[in-house]
């Protein structure tokens, strides 16, 4: 089926405007860019509708939890109506670990389920794809010593991130999807199925 090339920009700006919005936390436009009544988040720290992921964040970002994101390359599956969106992005989080400041740095995609609704493109679930990531003191001279058992509990594409998380509080979901594995096979076939009409943009939902 011919994809506009309106449509493939449109996709790319809803996709622009969920990270510039979120991370300036101008919250009631971030809640536009899902689909009103089937949006759903997943992170390594929220799993859930995207009405409770806002504000979440919202309630994070005002007690000071430092977490930006960056893009960078974007592919779009389109079929009519809905879509596969991949974005390269990077996640990064400030918090101190064991009372030393650090940065973590996850570089992966976002996977999104979108589809038109009411005439806009909306996002009906993303889904982020964990590739690899790093850990690191913001002071170079600081000593971090890492508990490897703690650590070696998560997958490695985000094995650091879910460490400097669990540090500050955080419940980190295991089993994500990364750069391999049967989670990320997993995805790409819900994507299809999605692209192919089924009735939910994959398990979401379901632990």
Request: charged share 25%.
């Amino acid at each position: 089926m011919p994809t506009s090339l309106e449509d493939r920009l449109e996709l790319r700006e809803l996709v622009d405007n969920w990270v510039v919005w979120r991370d300036a936390g101008d919250w009631d436009r971030f809640a536009t860019v899902w689909h009103p009544t089937q949006g759903w988040m997943t992170a390594t720290w929220f799993q859930g509708p995207a009405a409770e992921f806002i504000a979440v964040s919202r309630e994070g970002f005002e007690r000071g939890v430092n977490i930006l994101h960056f893009l960078g390359g974007h592919s779009a599956d389109v079929y009519g109506d809905r879509a596969v969106v991949q974005t390269k992005m990077t996640i990064s989080q400030r918090a101190s670990v064991d009372g030393v400041e650090a940065d973590v740095v996850c570089t992966g995609r976002f996977y999104d389920f979108c589809c038109r609704h009411e005439g806009e493109w909306k996002i009906v679930r993303r889904q982020p794809i964990y590739e690899k990531d790093r850990l690191d003191p913001v002071d170079p001279a600081a000593r971090l010593e890492l508990d490897t058992g703690l650590l070696n509990r998560f997958p490695s594409g985000y094995r650091h991130l879910a460490y400097l998380q669990t540090k500050a509080g955080f419940t980190v979901k295991t089993g994500l999807p990364g750069l391999t594995g049967e989670a990320v096979l997993r995805l790409y076939d819900e994507g299809a199925k999605w692209l192919a009409g089924s009735a939910t943009a994959g398990e979401v939902g379901k632990g």
